[in-house]
């Protein structure tokens, strides 16, 4: 009966450390979606600034 005790105990704390585990992975893909979205973000308007430079630049003559 002790064996089977101590074994249930050891499920349980193995069980407890999973579940640990999978909500740090789930709050880092939450930190990488976040951070993927603000990258897209930043690249529109990088791309915004990129093209308002051809203009300006296009209106010189060489």
Request: aromatic share 2%.
């Amino acid at each position: 009966m002790h064996e089977v005790a101590s074994a249930t105990r050891e499920q349980s704390l193995a069980s407890n450390s999973i579940a640990m585990r999978v909500e740090d992975i789930s709050q880092m893909v939450e930190k990488t979606s976040s951070a993927i979205a603000q990258t897209a973000e930043n690249a529109s308007q990088v791309e915004q600034v990129a093209i308002q430079l051809n203009r300006v630049v296009g209106q010189f003559k060489v």
